[in-house]
């Protein structure tokens, strides 16, 4: 779950939702965005597994809108170092480990922190809101709101066991179609908040890989990283507005 809605509650706190309605949505189209918005709460209520071809338009509308106004207001987009001189995993067992690790050790559902080799530079990463390509855009997407996370979720002050974290439910490889499946949990309480959510939203990945050549050598990565989440995606913008606790993590 990209975590870019965390910025619009964070300007709302500060001044108001008037002033970022505007800011977000131009008078011009305010009365039709508002009401693109209201259909979440009909959507949330339809249980299914969310992916970008079967999201709602509304909830793609909202995330795509604040995606752009964070990238705007942060600046330009972080420079990653993806050198294509740095080898790629030698087989499809070491990119699963890669891929293991970025979630057990990088927590990178909340940072962004990916093993940048085990990935194409051009590779397209969907949810079940976005829908984009580049390594240098995902990670910028995801950094560009880790001030943001830290403010929200308090982290210097949380206990550990109240730290976002991104939890492996899952992991197994499907040799043969070339592609590592993960099921996952993204969690993380935002304290700082006065009516106190979280984000709690469960979800699958598949990270399709293929051959590559590096000087000479056979290695593997990851060209289509393709993530479902079990609840639609209006039931997960919704968690952000509500206590913790009302809305689900899964329909399953």
Not at 15 to 37: K, W
Not at 57 to 66: A, E, P, R, T, Y
Not at 214 to 238: H, Q
Request: glycine share 4%.
């Amino acid at each position: 779950m990209k975590p870019a809605t965390l910025f619009f509650l964070c300007l709302h706190k500060c001044f108001g939702f008037t002033a970022v309605r505007n800011i977000i949505f131009p008078p011009a189209i305010t009365e039709y965005s508002t009401r693109e918005i209201s259909q979440l709460l009909i959507l949330s209520a339809e249980p299914k597994t969310d992916s970008y071809e079967t999201s709602d338009s509304s909830s793609k509308g909202v995330v795509s809108s604040l995606t752009n106004l964070v990238n705007f207001l942060m600046g330009e987009e972080k420079q990653i170092d993806n050198s294509p001189s740095l080898p790629p995993p030698k087989t499809p067992q070491e990119l699963m480990r890669l891929v293991q690790e970025d979630y057990e050790l990088n927590n990178y559902l909340w940072t962004g922190h990916i093993h940048l080799p085990a990935f194409e530079e051009d590779c397209t990463f969907t949810d079940p809101t976005l829908s984009f390509t580049g390594t240098q855009k995902f990670v910028s997407n995801v950094k560009n709101l880790v001030p943001i996370v830290e403010f929200l979720t308090q982290q210097s002050k949380s206990e550990e066991k109240s730290q976002p974290r991104s939890d492996l439910l899952d992991i197994s490889i499907n040799e043969e179609e070339s592609y590592i499946q993960t099921r996952w949990n993204m969690v993380g309480d935002l304290v700082a908040l006065p009516w106190k959510p979280a984000i709690d939203v469960i979800g699958r990945t598949k990270f399709w890989y293929r051959p590559t050549e590096n000087e000479g050598e056979t290695g593997y990565r990851v060209y289509f990283y393709d993530e479902e989440w079990e609840v639609a995606a209006s039931t997960a913008l919704l968690q952000l507005v509500t206590p913790k606790g009302s809305m689900p993590n899964s329909t399953k």
